[in-house]
Structure formats: structure tokens, C-alpha cells
């Protein structure tokens, strides 16, 4: 089965094991803080697959993609984290080559799992941090909204709402153990680099803003003082300069 059988770049597997990345975490977190993929798969026939993918910092969309995962978009100046560009094209690479080989894997075991067409495969993996505690990744499948598979522990687990089609996927899925280190690897140490990257990133694009805007507040308060007192300037040339019958006596 191909999609089980993936390569990882070398570049791919940053960061060590999870004391380090706990100890990483910044203690100032009062609450969890996630990073998640989420991908939606349309199977409209044994030909045509539509695909809607984004990704999440809390609640706030930080990337998408829409039919080809190869092409990610960065929807902020900070969406890059901190990896280099090699890294993310490294990331990028082996998005397309997943969503490729998954496509390929359904496409050739729909007839005999029993999936009808259309059907529709979600899938959401990421990361969750907490101050003081290791990283949790997590990997979830769901097939026609239901929980169908997930990933714990180095291994999938088939959801009792999945049944026995589940249940048939996860035992093939478990064969491929090379496979189950990479994905465990991505989750635990990837992600969670990742997640602080762009932490680190918007924090420091959000302090760059607020010292932009201090420095045009700045600017304006200078500017309408100095308008001010050039009025006032104006002003008081022109009394001074007025005929003394255009002024009138005071009372």
C-alpha cells in the first residue's frame, strides 16, 4: 500500500524528544495553544477527488490550500514560523506526496472497504502545548462525519462508530510500523517546533505593529502641534500687522 510507505527528509525531523519541548514552552501560556491541519476529501467518483485544506493557531486560520496541498498558502507575514525556507518546501513536498499516495489508496481499496461514492474523508492532525507539560500531537480520521480512525501511541486505533471497515484499516494501517515513527515523529517534535515558531513569529510581527503605530501617533501629534502653532503664528503676524482703525477699542 503506498501512502503507508512514506519517506521523510532528514530536514523534516527537527527538534528532540519531548522533555526538550516541554521545557521549550513558554511559561506565560495560561491556556493550551494548538497548531492543526485539517483536510477535506470529496471522492465524487473513482475519477474526480476535490480536496479543502487549512490550518489553525487556536482559532485563527494561518494557512490553506485548495485541491493540491503542494501549494500551501501563508495567509500572514508570520505564517512561516520560524522554519527555513528549505524546511517548508521540505513540508510542502511531503504534504503532496501524502495526499497523493492517500488518494491513490482509497481510490484502490474503495470497492473492496465498501465505500459508496460520493463519500467524504476528513482528516485533522496538529499539536497541542500547555506550560509544564509535554506536547500532545494528535491524528484523526473521520469518514462521512463520523470518527473513523486516530493515531495514539505510535499506533491507530479504529473508533467504534467506524465498524468493522475501521477495524480492517487499522490492523493494515499497524503493519507499517516505519511509517507509524515518521507520523509519531512529525506530531510529538515537528509540530510543536512549528507551533512555536509561530508564536515567536506573531508575537514579534505584533510588537513590530505597535511600535509602527506609536511612531504614527507620534508623527501626528507633531504634525497638529505644529500646524497649531503655525496657525497660531499666522494669527498673531496678522493682528500685529492690521491698520490700527480695523481694530476696534476695547470697551
Not at 505564517?79 to 521540505?90: A, D, H, P, R, V
Not at 506536547?135 to 463520523?146: E, K, L, T, W
Not at 510500523?177 to 507551533?195: G, Y
Request: aromatic content about 14%.
Amino acid at each position: 500500500m503506498l501512502f503507508l510507505q512514506l519517506p521523510l527528509a532528514p530536514v523534516l525531523l527537527v527538534g528532540g524528544d519531548n522533555e526538550e519541548n516541554k521545557n521549550s514552552v513558554p511559561e506565560d501560556f495560561q491556556e493550551p495553544v494548538s497548531f492543526e491541519v485539517i483536510c477535506v476529501l470529496s471522492f465524487h467518483n473513482s475519477s474526480w477527488v476535490q480536496s479543502l485544506g487549512s490550518g489553525w493557531l487556536g482559532e485563527l486560520q494561518t494557512h490553506c490550500w485548495k485541491s493540491n496541498p503542494g501549494t500551501i498558502i501563508y495567509l500572514w507575514p508570520w505564517s512561516k514560523g520560524n522554519f527555513s525556507n528549505e524546511e517548508l518546501m521540505e513540508l510542502q513536498s511531503f504534504s503532496h506526496m501524502s495526499f497523493i499516495r492517500f488518494v491513490q489508496a482509497f481510490y484502490s481499496h474503495a470497492r473492496k472497504w465498501q465505500f459508496e461514492y460520493p463519500f467524504e474523508v476528513q482528516i485533522a492532525k496538529g499539536c497541542e502545548l500547555q506550560a509544564g507539560e509535554a506536547p500532545v500531537g494528535f491524528m484523526r480520521v473521520a469518514y462521512q462525519g463520523s470518527d473513523f480512525l486516530s493515531f495514539q501511541n505510535k499506533s491507530w486505533v479504529s473508533s467504534p462508530e467506524g465498524g468493522r471497515r475501521a477495524q480492517v484499516l487499522r490492523r493494515l494501517f499497524n503493519l507499517f510500523q516505519e511509517t507509524q515513527l515518521i507520523i509519531h515523529k512529525l506530531l510529538s517534535d515537528t509540530c510543536p517546533h512549528f507551533l512555536l515558531g509561530l508564536l515567536d513569529a506573531r508575537k514579534a510581527y505584533l510588537q513590530r505593529q505597535d511600535h509602527h503605530s506609536s511612531v504614527s501617533w507620534i508623527a501626528l501629534a507633531v504634525s497638529v502641534t505644529l500646524v497649531l502653532m503655525a496657525g497660531l503664528a499666522f494669527w498673531l503676524w496678522k493682528t500685529h500687522h492690521e491698520s490700527p482703525s480695523s481694530i476696534l477699542p476695547l470697551e
